[in-house]
């Protein structure tokens, strides 16, 4: 007895250790260890388990391993039997596996472990509860059938229930749990919903625990990104103003989750944008883009160009509260074309409406900095699909503004420039002078344009705005 003990216990010490991991596997250790789950002695099974779950922990493979050797069913038999330690190794294992692949998690679900973790769920002891959702959550994330298995299984009422516990551990991770669940589709975050779990996420978001806020406010966001419906049960949960707090948090997940809850509610309708622009949302989205860096910044940027997008209202709103400087801060600073071109994007969505909307971008001198990026060779196709100019453009009749541009812009946005200042130029005699002077006139000459296109078409309108010697 005692010789099994130390071996079990031997081996779970190694296995904590990468670099006895190699010489385990070769020494055919998971075999080795199979009989051992089945000992009579309670503190040899615990320690067993503890040891197969971190190697399967440690690679794909040797999870494989853990599977092939047919341990899995052991592993469960007699779980609702065993002490608590037991059952905490057994769930270890079992979320060490679930991990690595989605065949893996469902080799779990195939030997009936979902309906043991579900009983766990209920177990006395915190710990025990934590386990159990963890390995769910590992088995829930990878996608909406495995997730389905889990709701079946009976799991989403009581991790409800394990949100409501004191512990915080305990309630970080089923939060984390029901985020994953509801990640995949409408239906099965509506399952999390028609369980009460809005309410009591939306209580914690003042939570002072970083982890928590997380978890919670990751929860939030991935029942609110499905419909419009799931969007308003959150938004109906009093949220609003007390989530704008986390965009001023110090801990940057807690911004940037506290933003993408705010961008997932942002982007259904006119209404739910109108309701976050009423409790000071653009302001304190505004402010966030402004206090961090990188990919925290994403949700905040999106956020504007949704809002943006719904109506010229909501658009000026963004304007008014002095959207656009950090926005063109974001495609100077940042070097990830990504979060360059949801910057560019969102200013796009900004200025498309009006001439009016259109100035406000232009006289932020931020149309050299977009045609810098388009032109630059090293710009991905997305950005360079953002940064086009062309919704901008359209609307543009800031003069001022384009003439610079004039200069460097290729010819698939030149079309647009000359464009504008056809309409402008005819009706308004100050601009054609500093036309003129400032030797947009001359550049226009220079442009070749085919004959009868619309570019010619554009030039001849600015042509005749001039008496011919001043165009020869």
């Known amino acids: 007895q005692r010789a099994r003990s130390q071996f079990a216990q031997a081996v779970a010490d190694l296995a904590a250790r990468p670099q006895s991991i190699d010489t385990l596997r070769s020494a055919g250790v998971v075999c080795l260890l199979r009989p051992l789950l089945l000992d009579v002695v309670p503190s040899v099974r615990q320690t067993t388990a503890l040891a197969l779950g971190r190697l399967a922990d440690y690679d794909v493979e040797l999870a494989e391993a853990v599977v092939k050797a047919g341990i899995l069913p052991q592993l469960i038999c007699s779980l609702p039997e065993e002490n608590r330690y037991y059952k905490k190794a057994a769930a270890f294992v079992l979320r060490a596996i679930a991990k690595h692949s989605p065949q893996l998690a469902q080799a779990i679900v195939q030997c009936g472990a979902l309906e043991m973790l579900v009983i766990c769920l209920e177990d006395f002891d915190p710990g025990v509860k934590e386990g159990a959702s963890w390995a769910l959550g590992y088995i829930a994330r990878h996608n909406p059938e495995l997730s389905q298995a889990v709701v079946d299984a009976g799991a989403v009422p009581l991790l409800v229930l394990c949100i409501q516990e004191p512990e915080i551990a305990l309630k970080r991770i089923a939060a984390s749990t029901l985020s994953d669940i509801s990640k995949h589709s409408p239906e099965l975050a509506h399952t ?37 419906d799931l969007a308003e049960l959150v938004v109906e949960a009093e949220i609003f103003p007390v989530v704008l707090t986390c965009l001023k948090d110090s801990d940057e997940y807690v911004k940037k989750n506290g933003a993408t809850l705010i961008r997932e509610i942002a982007k259904h309708t006119p209404e739910l944008s109108q309701l976050i622009v009423n409790s000071g949302g653009v302001a304190a989205v505004i402010d966030c883009i402004g206090s961090c860096r990188g990919t925290v910044r994403l949700p905040g940027i999106m956020t504007l160009g949704y809002v943006a997008a719904h109506s010229e209202n909501l658009s000026m709103a963004v304007i008014v509260s002095k959207g656009i400087p950090p926005l063109c801060v974001c495609l100077i600073e940042e070097h990830e074309d990504h979060i360059k071109a949801a910057a560019a994007w969102a200013l796009g969505q900004i200025g498309r409406h009006s001439t009016e909307h259109a100035r406000h971008v232009a006289v932020a001198n931020v149309l050299p900095t977009l045609l810098d990026i388009f032109v630059d060779a090293r710009s991905s196709e997305d950005l360079k699909t953002k940064a086009t100019l062309k919704n901008i453009l359209q609307k543009c009749t800031y003069l001022p503004a384009l003439e610079p541009l004039l200069h460097e812009a290729p010819p698939s946005i030149m079309k647009h420039i000359i464009g504008q200042f056809s309409k402008v130029l005819p009706h308004d005699s100050k601009a054609r002078r500093l036309f003129v002077t400032t030797g947009g006139l001359k550049k226009v000459q220079e442009i070749k344009a085919e004959p009868g296109s619309l570019l010619q078409e554009y030039i001849n309108t600015i042509n005749n705005c001039y008496p011919e010697e001043i165009v020869r």
Do not use: T
């Open 192 to 228: 999390v919903v028609d369980a009460g779990a809005i309410a009591y996420l939306a209580q914690m978001i003042p939570n002072p625990d970083a982890k928590l806020k997380r978890q919670v406010l990751s929860a939030l966001s991935q029942i609110a990104k499905h419909s419009v």
